[in-house]
T-cell receptor, first 111, second 111 residues
C-alpha cells in the first residue's frame, strides 16, 4: 500500500498565480480531508469529503479556495489567486472510518 | 462544536523517564480519541487511538487512558528515547468524520 500520495511536494509561486494541489487517497478509504498547517494556527481542517461528496467546507478560508473530488481516487485543492498568507504546508488525509492517515504534505510558498 | 485543549505545550524529559500529555474535550458525545506524532518536516502519524468503550489501551511503551466522566484523556510514554522527540497531537471526534485537534505538545527527550 503506497499510502496517501500528494503532489507536488513543494510549490513556490508568485502572488496572484493559481495553485493546484493534488491528492490520491488510500484505495478503499471513503473519506478524504484537506488540512493546512502553520506555526501560528496549527493544524486546520479546510474541507472533507465522504464518498466523493463535500460534507463540510466551513474551514475553507475564503472564496479563493476551492476543492473537488471527481472520483474516489483523486482530489484537488485550488487557490486562485494565491496570496503570501497562503504559505503553509497542506496535508491531505484519508480514512476508512474514523482513523485518518496523512499524506506527506505539500509545502506551498507564495512570494 | 468540539473543543480540544492540550497540555503542556512543551515538555522536556531525560532519556529513560516517562512523559505524560493530557487533553480535555468538551463534547460528551465524542467517542474516538487518536494520538498523532509529527516529526520535524514530516506528516502526522497515527500512533495509538482509543474508543469511548475502553478506559485504557497500551502498545509497547505507549499507553492512552480515557476518563469519560471528566472528559479527559492522556498519552503516556515510558522509557523515553531521543527518537520520541516530536510534536504530539491529540484529537477527538463525535461525528465519525472530522477530527478536532489539540494545539500540540513539543516533546524533547534529552540523552
Amino acid at each position: 500500500d503506497a499510502g496517501v500520495i500528494q503532489s507536488p511536494r513543494h510549490e513556490v509561486t508568485e502572488m496572484g498565480q493559481e495553485v493546484t494541489l493534488r491528492c490520491k487517497p488510500i484505495s478503499g478509504h471513503n473519506s478524504l480531508f484537506w488540512y493546512r498547517q502553520t506555526m501560528m494556527r496549527g493544524l486546520e481542517l479546510l474541507i472533507y469529503f465522504n464518498n466523493n461528496v463535500p460534507i463540510d467546507d466551513s474551514g475553507m478560508p475564503e472564496d479563493r479556495f476551492s476543492a473537488k473530488m471527481p472520483n474516489a481516487s483523486f482530489s484537488t485543492l485550488k487557490i486562485q489567486p494565491s496570496e503570501p498568507r497562503d504559505s503553509a504546508v497542506y496535508f491531505c488525509a484519508s480514512s476508512p472510518g474514523q482513523s485518518q492517515y496523512f499524506g506527506p504534505g505539500t509545502r506551498l510558498t507564495v512570494t | 462544536g468540539e473543543n480540544v485543549e492540550q497540555h503542556p505545550s512543551t515538555l522536556s524529559v531525560q532519556e529513560g523517564d516517562s512523559a505524560v500529555i493530557k487533553c480535555t474535550y468538551s463534547d460528551s458525545a465524542s467517542n474516538y480519541f487518536p494520538w498523532y506524532k509529527q516529526e520535524l518536516g514530516k506528516r502526522p502519524q497515527l500512533i495509538i487511538d482509543i474508543r469511548s468503550n475502553v478506559g485504557e489501551k497500551k502498545d509497547q511503551r505507549i499507553a492512552v487512558t480515557l476518563n469519560k466522566t471528566a472528559k479527559h484523556f492522556s498519552l503516556h510514554i515510558t522509557e523515553t528515547q531521543p527518537e520520541d522527540s516530536a510534536v504530539y497531537f491529540c484529537a477527538a471526534t463525535d461525528s465519525g468524520y472530522a477530527l478536532n485537534f489539540g494545539k500540540g505538545t513539543s516533546l524533547l527527550v534529552t540523552p
